[in-house]
């Protein structure tokens, strides 16, 4: 386990109740999906589980090298909705950007970033400007920032959401196959049934605002994931059980 | 992840630095040409109407009487000049210092943003009088008052840019554990710099304002210096060709003090920013 959240009610100052006893944990090495309609406190939960905010009330408990109960901060690479660049920065000194605030030498941080770069497919751009590439581009740029410090825990809030259908699927994919060779553990924020259930290991499922968790599906789909299983008897029974679980979360 | 979306999307988007003659001449001819035409049209009424020099000198004659004068024009040309120029960069150091002290703390922004509003809109004409008895050295009483008319702009654009900085990119520096003093460089300031840069644009024409105005004030009262005060003299010995041709060097001057604080703009955000980056198609 590398973290476990219990009871965890989170209000907002402006009095929105986001969470209301939500308890999750989170497996080393799994690829947990966090799935809910909008506005259920998925992104809350990352958040929280980030240090970004503080609980309203329960806990959130951390296993690990620093003992219970505190954060590794170095260990967690987040990637929020939007590719979150900075405009003015080459994809270079963006994904140099963790390693510089760590204050690394350049000559340790420059073969990091190379690796990362090459890990998105992205050799060639380091020069680019964020302005310069596309949608999918700009979140491959995104995702090798947070992997630069070689993360445990990668939180992923909606990453692909504003991208158009098939940008997403090679990113799926792409996706797939970096958790596959690095093994970190991978929180993913998403409220497509299908795209959580193409990439996940486990699905926690949300009820609707005050978020918590009404259910849970583990998927046992092939470790290779591909095209094949996206069109496959399996993959839609349970695309069926998940979406019947989303219905009854959001019955209540 | 190789071989997705591997083509170079939008990659020759950025504005090189290109200055060819079709270029320029693309920029400066529309103009140029409008200015020419007024130019013909009002020595055509000036001789047609048989307009006395004094009322209206044509600029054929303003601009010999530039050339005749040059020597009285250009040190008072000097003067003025390096009252703005000093007076811009102090209203930019000192600008961005208050800036960066206003968005150190609401309560600090807050309790003296209004005193700094008050110093703008308090009209320079009605303080100046006071600031130059007050202050004995007139160069410096001038600089103070061109400083009061040009800091404004960016001490407001300035605060704004600083206080713009993308909450998502706050938050990864948070995650990453930067420190206020990173978060300030790698962050907030360049975020900042458009909207400083757009001040800075701004206070350049106002130095110059606030100089001429400046100068006029101490020149009412008998002082020499800068161009305000050859416009001045002109008036009072009824050489109306020679204010003219004081007035077109005021001009010109503010004109070129905006198109070099716009090239450096150009310059500082042509890769990155929108204002400044070539749209695309």
Known sequence: MIVRLRNVDKVYANGVEALRGLDLDVGEGEFLSLLGPSGCGKSTVLRLVAGLGEVSSGRIEWSGAGGPGSQPTGDIGFVFQEPTLMPWATVWKNVLLPLKLRGLALDEAAPRVRESIAMVGLEGFEKAYPRELSGGMKMRVSIARALVTRPRLLLMDEPFASLDEITRFKLDNDLLALWARQQ????????????????????AVMTARPGRTAGEVTVDGPNARDEAFRTSPLYNEYCRNVSARLAEAGRG | MRDLEAAPVGRVAVRPWRWGVGRIARLVLPPAGVGFAGLVIWEAVVRLQQIPIYILPGPWLILKTLVKDWGTLYPSLLVTLAIAGAALLVATVAGVMIAIVFTQSRWIELSLFPYAVILQVTPIVAIAPLIIIWVKNIPIALLICAWLVAFFPIVSNTTLGLNSADHNLLNLFQLYGASRRQVFWHLRLPSAMPYFLGGLRISGGLALIGAVVAEFVAGTGGTQSGLAYRVLESGYTMQIP????????????????????????HLLLRTWHESAAEREG
């Not at chain 1, 929180?187 to 959580?196: G, I, L, N």
């Not at chain 2, 020679?242 to 703009?265: E, H, N, Y």
Request: proline residues 0%; glycine residues 2%.
């Open chain 1, 184 to 203: 970190w553990t991978v929180v993913f924020v998403t409220h497509s049934v299908y795209e959580s259930v193409y990439l996940s290991t486990r699905i």
């Open chain 2, 242 to 265: 020679r204010m003219f041709a004081a007035l077109f060097m005021i001009t010109c001057t503010g004109v070129l003090i905006f198109v070099a604080l716009t090239a450096l703009s």
